[in-house]
């Protein structure tokens, strides 16, 4: 059974920094992604940043390029957040996807994913 844990929200100023931090284990796999989403109050959940875990490759939404990155070691994957913004407080879910390989990051495709819990991000003005 795929497990993923996200861990590192919390309460933020704009213009600061957080790290969140996905941890998945239980699965094999050669290569995989692994999606960052979020869901802010009364908001669909949006697909934020994805990693491909054999070249590295990464994909971000617009709202963030520049200011997040996306990063993997082992069975981990980061989310570095810098110059939050208040529109950036949601629910943030890593979710591990085996059949998709970030390609839902660019066209419309379904995927099947193993989602964590979630972390709330919360940034203050």
């Known amino acids: 059974e795929v497990q993923v844990v996200e861990s590192g929200g919390g309460l933020v100023q704009a213009g600061g920094s957080l790290r969140l931090s996905c941890a998945a284990s239980?699965?094999?796999?050669?290569?995989?992604?692994v999606g960052w989403f979020r869901q802010a109050p009364g908001e669909e959940r949006e697909g934020v940043s994805c990693i491909t875990t054999k070249f590295g490759i990464t994909h971000y939404a617009d709202s963030v390029k520049g200011r997040f990155t996306v990063s993997s070691a082992k069975n981990m994957v980061y989310l570095q957040m810098n110059n939050l913004k208040p529109e950036d407080t949601a629910i943030y879910y890593c979710?591990?996807?085996?059949?998709?390989?970030?390609?839902?990051?660019?066209?419309?495709?379904?995927?099947?994913?193993?989602w964590g819990r979630g972390t709330q991000v919360t940034v203050s003005s």
């Open positions: 979710a591990v996807i085996l059949d998709n390989l970030c390609l839902y990051m660019i066209e419309p495709t379904s995927f099947t994913a193993s």
């Open positions: 239980g699965f094999t796999a050669d290569d995989y992604a």
